[in-house]
């Protein structure tokens, strides 16, 4: 008989990782708290955008392999990938984790694996084990087998948004268990989806290595920020720069924006450096670049609005990234609206062409409003160009005309100059 496996959130990541292990064979309990989420599922259907998800969802679902439900059903394999944003101090909020634990320990029955794939501060793997046997006392977690024991491992996701179902079966993975048997079992399941290389490590190295790869993309994209700055002090183009710096065969600038977005480049770094504050230097100065860039770019952009009456200010792009609706922690949402408050007698003309109507965080902004690309262009009195949406890219420099151009991605460069 196919193995039972629960999947705790049905979110970015928990519902792939769902839809992909039951067209694998397993058959698949989604868990999640919301009955939007849940109702999606079990009718099929997806509740947020994910290229190819739907087809999966659909598939499996139709062939009874994936149902979703409340409650936290009885299973031979759990999966845990519900959200770990940050409390008070940047410090993990494990709440969500050790609620998906509360849920699941009556259960438990021993011979169960338990994975954390949520991106973790490290000893989080370790505090979940603690809670089961907290609760459990009769169940261990660090036997190498035995019936009462249960296996705990760490498998972090480490998909793009957008490309999740090709990286879900692409991307090689780490896996850090509690036990080798623990590391051994969660690698014979991720095998039978995943194509890449499984490394197989402790749990605390697995909750780093996560970690690590979003601060190293963090650093990185805040030394191009900080070069940004310095190159316009020095009445250079940056972009010009970092690709002329990229010749070297050992250098690889990422590329400056308005500042880092989404959930998770923004956000991990700071586990790393509220778990050991006082030698995590490189990797808080980092995000502290990151923060400040959009304060850059709203000081820019109000320089050339000063003294102007009523002046117009086109803000192109609110997404936190290109060809995307997400506006998660975006820094051009924030950009646009900090411009309206702190100009209220201008007009900020919003451009995004992936939504319909402003989010909710936008609401109270009146002087505010979604525009489309021509109407902005011909308002405006400054365009602050905040993400490179391939609409905005298909803009010629010349259609600018005089107007001065705040070009955060140099989508511009070459013939704004
Ligand atoms: N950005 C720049 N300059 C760059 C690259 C990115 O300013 O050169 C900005 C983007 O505009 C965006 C932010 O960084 O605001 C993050 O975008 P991203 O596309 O680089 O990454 P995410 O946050 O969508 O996904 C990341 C990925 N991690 C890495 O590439 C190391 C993904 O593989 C992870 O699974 C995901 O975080 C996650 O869930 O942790």
Not at 11 to 34: E, K, R
Not at 243 to 251: G, M, Q, T
Not at 368 to 385: F, P
């Amino acid at each position: 008989m196919s193995q039972r496996v629960a999947v705790i959130g049905l979110g970015y990541i928990g519902l792939p990782t769902a839809a992909i292990l039951a067209s694998h064979g397993y058959q698949v309990l989604g868990v999640d708290v919301s009955d939007k989420h849940v109702n999606a599922v079990n009718a099929g259907q997806i509740p947020f955008v994910e290229p190819d998800l739907g087809t999966h969802v659909a598939g499996a679902v139709s062939q009874g392999l994936l149902t979703a439900q409340k409650d936290t059903p009885k299973a031979d394999i759990y999966i845990i990938a519900v959200p770990t944003p940050f409390a008070e101090g940047y410090q993990a909020d494990l709440s969500y984790i050790d609620a998906a634990t509360d849920a699941l320990l009556p259960q438990l029955q021993g011979g169960e694996l338990v994975i954390l794939e949520s991106t973790s501060p490290p000893g989080a793997t370790q505090h979940l084990a603690d809670r089961i046997t907290a609760a459990r006392p009769e169940l261990t977690t660090d036997q190498a087998g035995g019936e009462r024991n249960v296996d705990v491992a760490h498998c972090p996701e480490r998909v793009l948004p957008g490309r999740v179902m090709v990286e879900l079966v692409e991307n090689d993975r780490i896996v850090g268990g509690l036990t080798p048997r623990a590391a051994e079992r969660a690698k014979e399941l991720y095998s039978s989806f995943c194509r890449g290389e499984i490394f197989l490590t402790d749990a605390v190295t697995a909750e780093m290595a996560k970690l690590t790869e979003n601060s190293f993309r963090d650093v990185n994209i805040a030394f191009a920020n900080e070069l940004s700055i310095i190159a316009e002090k020095v009445g250079i183009d940056v972009f010009e720069l970092i690709e002329l710096a990229n010749k070297h065969p050992r250098v690889n600038i990422l590329q400056p924006g308005p500042g880092v977005g989404g959930h998770c480049i923004a956000v991990d770094p700071w586990f790393i450096v509220s778990a050991v504050p006082e030698h995590a230097r490189l990797i808080r100065t980092a995000r502290e670049v990151n923060d400040s860039k959009p304060e850059y770019v709203i000081s820019k952009v109000l320089g050339h609005i000063e003294g102007k009456d009523a002046p117009v200010i086109a803000a192109l792009g609110l997404a936190f990234k290109p060809d995307i609706d997400d506006m998660r922690e975006s820094p051009a949402l924030e950009i646009a609206k900090s411009l309206a408050e702190r100009a209220p007698g201008a007009t900020v003309l919003a451009v995004e062409p992936n939504i319909e109507e402003l989010p909710a965080r936008l609401h109270g902004t009146s002087n505010l409003r979604l525009a489309t690309i021509e109407e902005a262009l011909t308002d405006a009195d400054v365009v602050a160009l905040l993400v490179d949406h391939r609409e905005f890219k298909a803009v010629a420099a010349d259609q600018l005309g005089s107007t001065p151009v705040v070009d955060t991605r140099g989508v511009w460069r070459s013939e704004a100059k």
